[in-house]
């Protein structure tokens, strides 16, 4: 039976989970489109599944034919959408191979793109301190281009997961625009851990003084800085 | 003496200055925020500065107090900003390095970044196809850090952009996430040009075949491709 009314039960708990406060107090978030319920259903995380048409048909996944109003009210984007789905939070695994650490990040684009190229240079898993900006936002989602269900994503303390990470053997490199061996230089193993800081800040000191070797990309004097999703994404492209 | 109005001459010519069809029109652009004027001011293309506040005295330059509801209005911004310029739109001039030519970049943003990492890594000019977004839209500004006033920009059909470049001796380089050579193993002389293609669909066949050489960077099979500004970073990364 279509839904046809925003007053409905299901369609407030549907737009609430466009807020951290209540993604995070269901352990569910929301993706728009096609592509990323494809990447969500091989991942076994889709929940519900919500459109504006009558063609899904998932085996044993509760599906809800809404109206066009409903769509739009639920949706981020512009230009709408003809499916969202209610997803599972994905879960949290052993680390296996190169980790990148984020110190933070505050854009959700910023988070999204270098989700996006950790999984393009084979990084295995990103941890996130508890002030990046959420995973689950849908900009985040969006510029990850369904990445973030390809990849292992933790969030915790840094400092613990530097600790933790020493512990299993590996070398943790620091960023900084102005100290530190060039990049290009730098030749990382196979257990390489590389924190990337703050758009404004970089990497918190308390944090470069845990590491074992600090690294920058050399830039031209003209330009102060990278973009944060571009300098992870370049050393990214190193440690492959 | 402070504008109060919105129905102002003045106001209502600097509110259509958010839109493209004026900017081109009047050869003008908007910027705002101190950082942007400071460079603006180096450039010496600013032309008017309107804030909210009176402390502006830049010798020669037409200044205008408003309030705080015209600046809203003027502002691009959520959170809103003290002061707006006027700019002359910036001049193109001679090729004399590296060269990037964008292909009907379509996301402000990605044009912003790929402007920021230009300078960063010491790329002279930029051509743009006449498709690509505009340079002078608020979003490209805001994320090129104003480095947009530190690269030549120049609007051209590529096809003709390539024909002049080789008769200058350049290399041109195309990009093409399945053939080519490893980026890895490329090596670029003094006067290369790479062409950035498209976020959805690439360079077109038409730019590829008039290319000297195609390149690619190797990613996972799980990543379908690189962000576009992404992709044009660790190349102008690599050019340097």
Redesign the interface.
Known sequence: MKIESLQNSKVKEWIKLKEKKYRDLNNLFLIEGDHLLNEAMIKGVVREIISTDKLFDFEGIPFYEVNDSIMKKMSNQVSGTNVICVCEKLREREIIGNVCLLDNIQDP?NLG?II??A????IDTIIVSPDTVDLYNDKTIR?S?G?LF?INVIKQNLEDAIDSLKNKDYKIYGTNVENGLDLKETSFGNKGAVIIGNEGNGVKKALQDKCDSLIY????S???S??A??AA??IF?EM?
Chains 1, 2 share one sequence.
């Open positions: 684009g793109t996006r190229s999984v393009a240079f084979n510029s281009e990445m390809h990309i050399p830039i031209s003209t330009c102060e990278l973009n999703g571009i994404s370049i492209y492959n």
